[in-house]
């Protein structure tokens, strides 16, 4: 099959499709793929690194969509892109179409065959395309919290491990699912105090065993998280209710009872945030302060640290898309439910239970089309 990948184009997008290692081994499957001039320059790929793994390098996306049977990507293709895609071919790529109308009308209407990162499902009925960007979030926020925390950045000028003789940061992570555990690991790995507070009995008592008492877990109820937040110097926001807006546990009133200076990073952001007082930020601006306290909100944090994040991205999208190269969409998803749990559009139709019902199209079952 011809591959192609393109340089993502949405404002900030610095990670890429298919990094070269991904190249290489689509090429020794016997694959030819394409990829646009500078499409790694975010990630520290160049061209060169490109041609040496195999691929071969075209001067414009136009050529790549042109010509390529799957085009492999990071980010919704933007208007422009979706103007060029046609049927028979296959785009693989994250779309997260249930809130973006227009999208899914150009998908619809350009007879593609689409593939979203976000709704190809794992074993356990998780979602393990999702999963490495939410392990990245949650790393992060530790570092982004640590850096808010200095006093020239209006933090309380507190340092999350402490030293001898100084107690540690007193860490919150609230929701303890892939961000909230990733966090707790970092601020573990610190030396802070760190508790976490869900509602999951199973999740708490996973991360009970897995911490071994280096970390505190706590059922969220309304008064212990009062009590928890009002101690905290760094406060990690990490809910999830799947499908709904995250709830908000920190509200105004809460942060009078907070320490001068003390931080909230709102790692759940992207999906309405779970602080009353939060509102989206760009890495370019990442904080403000509300009565006293530092807010973190950056809706794409695993932009900022892109590198890491192409990889981590491509270690689980590869597999599949040397499925789809190697058998063909049909015979792919046919092999495989999961990957078939992935496709949202082919050939004007809806193929995704909740995108048809949230958009008002008819729906058309996977099942169905692949006989
Ligand atoms: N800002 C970013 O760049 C970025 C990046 C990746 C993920 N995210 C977001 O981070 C959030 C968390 O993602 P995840 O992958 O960890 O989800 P997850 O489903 O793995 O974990 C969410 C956890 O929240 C818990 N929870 C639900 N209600 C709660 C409550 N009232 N109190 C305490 N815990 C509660 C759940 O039991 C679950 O364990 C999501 O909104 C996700 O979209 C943001």
């Known amino acids: 099959m011809r591959v192609g990948t393109v340089k993502e184009i949405k404002n900030h997008e610095y990670r890429v499709g298919l990094t070269p290692e991904s190249v290489r081994e689509l090429v020794a499957h016997g694959h030819e793929v394409w990829v646009e001039t500078g499409a790694g320059s975010g990630i520290g790929a160049s061209d060169e690194d490109y041609r040496a793994a195999g691929g071969t390098i075209k001067p414009t996306a136009a050529e790549i969509f042109a010509e390529c049977e799957m085009v492999v990507k990071v980010k919704e293709p933007q208007a422009v892109e979706r103007a060029q895609l046609r049927k028979g071919q296959i785009l693989y790529t994250y779309l997260h179409l249930a809130p973006d109308p227009e999208q899914t009308a150009d998908l619809v ?35 982004a919290g640590a850096t808010a925390l200095e006093k020239a950045n209006g933090g309380r000028g507190v340092l999350l491990g402490g030293v001898p003789g100084v107690l540690p940061a007193k860490v919150v992570v609230i929701g303890g699912g892939v961000v909230g555990f990733n966090a707790a690991q970092m601020a573990v790995g610190l030396g802070a105090d760190v508790t976490i507070l869900d509602r999951d009995p199973g999740v708490l008592e996973r991360l009970d065993s897995h911490f071994e008492g280096r970390a505190r877990t706590l059922y969220s109820g309304r008064a212990a998280l009062a009590a928890e937040v009002a101690e905290a110097d ?10 709904a807006a995250a709830p908000k ?6 942060l009078k ?32 302060v509300v009565d006293g306290i530092v807010h973190y ?5 695993p932009g900022a640290v892109a590198r890491t994040s192409t990889y981590a991205l491509n270690n689980v999208t590869l597999p599949h898309a040397l499925r789809i190269a190697d058998m063909g969409w049909k015979a792919a998803l046919k092999a495989n439910p999961h990957l078939a749990a992935g496709l949202n559009v082919h050939e004007g139709q809806i193929t995704y239970e909740a995108v048809a ?15």
């Open 234 to 243: 760094l406060v990690i926001g990490a809910v999830l209710v799947p499908g």
């Open 249 to 254: 546990l920190v509200t105004r009133d809460m």
């Open 357 to 371: 019902g949230d958009l008002g199209y008819d729906y058309v079952p996977t099942e169905s089309l692949l006989g």
């Open 297 to 301: 909100c950056v809706a794409n944090m």
């Open 257 to 288: 009872t907070m320490k001068p200076g003390a931080v909230l990073v709102d790692v759940a952001i992207d999906q309405g945030g779970c602080f009353e007082t939060s509102k989206a930020t760009t890495h370019a601006e990442p904080t403000y």
């Open 109 to 143: 209407r350009s007879g593609v065959t689409a593939i979203a990162y976000e709704t190809v499902t794992g074993v356990d009925n998780s979602l393990p395309l999702l999963k490495p960007m939410s392990q990245v979030a949650g790393r992060m926020s530790i570092q």
